[in-house]
């Protein structure tokens, strides 16, 4: 008597790749499109014109899960003239905010630090509101190597 | 073991009225990312610090959303005025009902 | 044929006998005391930056966490580190640059994390933390810390030594699917790259350690357990003999040089 199978044979072909995607389970990573869609949400559309801010971030990186950065932006920091927001986007991570801050001329100083996670190289950028409603920005490219000898085998 | 995450902040203890101080934190927080799988296949679930605020004498100086992308242990900087004497207080929040709270005092002359 | 092969069978003994005599060199090339270098030199500045600023380094979290539990009353004893050491700043300089020290009671070499466990079980009659806790990982940052800045100093005790020649013994024996000996990497060619990492030559200078890979705070043992998943071989299991062996003859190698716990790594 021959065996026939539960599943025709193409049908057992879509379920395995169908499981074997699940399997993955691999988000769906930003791209420059969703940053720059991120980007618009916090600017509402208005221009973006490099310049007035500095984005500080190592160039080459021993491990994407503490990355350095400082962002610092050029503002006399008056009551009349002081940056309002400094946000943080990447290019590749599985989503493209890192970090939204609110200031006020009470800051003195435009400059805040933090550490990130970076999924792999790429691009990042730092994007600032003034308070007189222009939005300025800066990026920077980086280099992502990884450890050696990790717990799981890569 | 603290029954809240353990923070460490630094607050200059004295400044000049005027001064631009460098405030800083460090607090414990694991920043699960919600993108991870466990040996199992199963999805984390995101947990993560989703904002910090800072004020000063109860009037806000900084005000901060992270998002997954914040390394584990968020560590901020910012500046601030000295204006007057006082207390600079911490508060963060996040998934799960996350709370914590800190703060230093601060003498301005 | 000609009877040019006698000599060239005499060029070609030469040669190999060379070759033979320039491996035998090369493999137990052991680093000088004064080559020897932390890995804290081949990090980047910015990693540097976090390690040497006690409230920029995470692992000072952990240690906070040491503190809080030092002077915390444990076990049917009621008591705490405390009741009986006192002020760990005092009573634990110079510790973990000494270890791992001979236990009499077992007769075998135990680390800071084994004699944690067994002052909380002997003395405190508490149970034993988890290894990797983060309450064993907090107790041990928090002693550690008190050696920070003093030279490693093995004990010259010669009980110790048939176990540090069992960890020299295994730190020169290939292991794994890729035929590795720790030896291989960390003594004959540290400096040099190994898949965008600089090779260290892998002192204990630093532990317990905030890894940037694992987020958190680790022990020797979890690194030397990825050391093993990285050449492809079964790791030993939590808490055995090998890892002390290991550790002693690591210290012994590191000797003179200056502990830096709780440091920071990539």
Redesign the interface.
């Known amino acids: 008597m021959t065996e026939r199978p539960l599943l025709p044979a193409t049908t057992r072909r879509l379920f395995l790749a169908g499981t074997a995607a699940l399997l993955i389970v691999r988000p769906a990573g930003a791209t420059p499109e969703t940053m720059a869609a991120a980007i618009r949400q916090v600017t509402g559309g208005k221009p973006v014109t490099p310049g007035r801010v500095k984005l500080s971030i190592p160039p080459l990186v021993e491990n994407g899960n503490a990355v350095a950065v400082t962002i610092s932006a050029d503002s006399p920091m008056t009551e009349n003239d002081h940056v309002t927001g400094i946000h943080l986007f990447t290019e590749k991570n599985p989503q493209p905010n890192v970090i939204g801050i609110r200031l006020g001329a009470r800051a003195g100083k435009a400059e805040v630090a933090t550490r990130i996670r970076l999924a792999d190289t790429q691009q990042v950028v730092a994007v600032c509101e003034m308070s007189d409603g222009t939005f300025w920005s800066d990026k920077a490219d980086v280099i992502l190597t990884l450890s050696a000898c990790l717990e799981d085998p890569v | 073991m603290a029954t809240s995450a353990r923070t460490l902040i630094n607050v200059p203890p004295k400044a000049k009225r005027g001064d631009v101080i460098l405030i800083r934190s460090l607090i414990s927080h694991v920043m699960e990312n919600g993108f991870r799988i466990d040996n199992t296949g199963k999805p984390i679930p995101r947990n993560i610090i989703t904002a910090m605020v800072c004020t000063y004498n109860g009037v806000e100086i900084f005000n901060a959303t992270l998002h997954p992308a914040i390394s584990a242990n968020p560590f901020l900087t910012f500046y601030t005025v000295a204006t007057e004497s006082g207390t600079i207080a911490f508060k963060w929040t996040g998934d799960n009902g996350f709370e914590a709270k800190a703060s230093a005092q601060i003498t301005v002359e | 044929m000609t009877s040019l092969s006698g000599s060239r069978f005499a060029v070609l003994g030469s040669v190999l006998l060379g070759l033979a005599i320039f491996a035998i060199a090369a493999a137990r090339a052991e680093i000088a005391l004064e080559q020897r270098r932390s890995s804290y030199e081949h990090?980047?500045?910015?990693?540097k930056?976090?390690q040497d600023d006690?409230?920029?380094n995470?692992a000072?979290?952990?240690v906070?966490?040491g503190e809080?539990?030092w002077n915390a009353k444990a076990g049917a004893s009621g008591k705490s580190c405390a009741d009986c050491h006192g002020d760990a700043k005092a009573s634990m300089t110079g510790l973990a640059a000494r270890y791992p020290a001979y236990d009499d009671v077992t007769g075998r070499p135990v680390n800071i994390e084994q004699r944690i466990n067994l002052s909380r079980e002997r003395d405190q009659k508490a149970a034993p933390f988890r290894y990797e806790s983060?309450?064993l990982l907090?107790l041990t940052a928090y002693t550690a810390l008190q050696s920070r800045g003093q030279p490693i100093a093995p004990p010259e005790d010669g009980r110790l030594a048939p176990f540090r020649e069992k960890g020299k013994a295994l730190f020169e024996q290939r292991i794994g699917q890729l035929n590795l000996s720790c030896a291989q990497c960390h003594d004959d060619n540290w400096g040099k790259s190994?898949?965008?990492?600089t090779?260290p030559q892998a002192h204990p200078t630093g532990y317990p350690i905030y890894?940037?890979?694992?987020?958190?705070v680790g022990s020797l043992q979890?690194r030397l357990?990825?050391?093993m998943?990285?050449v492809?071989a079964e790791p030993y299991a939590f808490g055995a003999l090998e890892y002390v062996e290991l550790e002693l003859f690591l210290m012994w190698r590191a000797r003179g040089m200056t502990m830096e716990s709780p440091g920071v790594r990539?």
């Open positions: 990090m980047s500045r910015d990693t930056a976090m006690d409230l920029t995470p000072m979290l952990s906070l966490d809080a539990l983060a309450e907090a190994l898949a965008g990492n090779i890894r940037l890979e694992w987020q958190s979890r357990r990825n050391c998943t990285g492809r990539p």
